[in-house]
């Protein structure tokens, strides 16, 4: 069984910060790319960082200076530092890991995600 558990959200004022993370377990073979989603109430689902197991990184433009995805490899985690949130950054977040499970092809993985609220 593979899970992906995020953590880290919660509600913090605008200008603010929050570091989320989310962490896979299980019989995981890989982990390619990994990549933060964030979806507010009515809205699509939308990319905001994704980093490759490289160390490359992808950002929203909305993100763009204040916001830093990074991975350890070691602990199979990914992390989303957030500076200066903003109250439009308000929304469920979570995360997708690209990965080699078992002896399976490379598969999508999502997590159940974490709230982040930002007060104005």
């Known amino acids: 069984q593979v899970q992906l558990v995020e953590s880290g959200g919660g509600l913090v004022q605008a200008g603010g910060s929050l570091t989320l993370s989310c962490a896979a377990s299980?019989?995981?073979?890989?982990?390619?790319?990994m990549g933060w989603y964030r979806q507010a109430p009515g809205k699509q689902r939308d990319l905001v960082a994704a980093?490759?197991?490289?160390?490359?990184?992808n950002y929203a433009d909305s993100g763009k200076g204040r916001f830093t995805i990074s991975r350890d490899n070691a602990k199979n985690t990914v992390y989303l530092q957030m500076n200066s949130l903003k109250p439009e950054g308000a929304a469920g977040y979570c995360c997708?890991?690209?990965?080699?499970?078992?002896?399976?092809?490379?598969?999508?993985?999502w997590g159940q995600g974490t709230q982040v609220s930002v007060s104005s």
């Open positions: 997708k890991a690209r990965m080699c499970v078992g002896g399976g092809n490379r598969t999508d993985y």
């Open positions: 299980g019989n995981i073979f890989r982990i390619n790319d």
């Open positions: 980093i490759t197991s490289g160390g490359s990184t």
